[in-house]
């Protein structure tokens, strides 16, 4: 079982969402094998995301709920 990111944003001219699968290194889509791992890469990809960018993880075409940590230093 292989978990996937993608990356959702809005045309700010036609107003529509469009979403792209996050890609590896060869061009092909990226598959994470932990779900806590896929889930942390979002999370950072959420907080880094600039353009009102949203990341979300995906298993079988199916969103996984992100349980959403605030972790004090």
Do not use: H, P
Not at 14 to 23: A, M
Not at 46 to 72: D, F, P
Request: aromatic letters at 6%; one cysteine or more; hydrophobic letters at 35%.
């Amino acid at each position: 079982m292989s978990f996937n990111i993608i990356k959702i944003f809005k045309n700010e001219v036609t107003g529509k969402k469009s979403s792209v699968f996050l890609l590896d290194g060869l061009s092909s889509i990226l598959e994470i094998k932990s779900k806590e791992e896929a889930l942390k890469i979002v999370e950072q990809c959420n907080l880094n995301s600039e353009g009102g960018w949203r990341y979300e993880v995906r298993l079988r075409g199916e969103k996984i709920k992100q349980e959403i940590t605030l972790e004090t230093n």
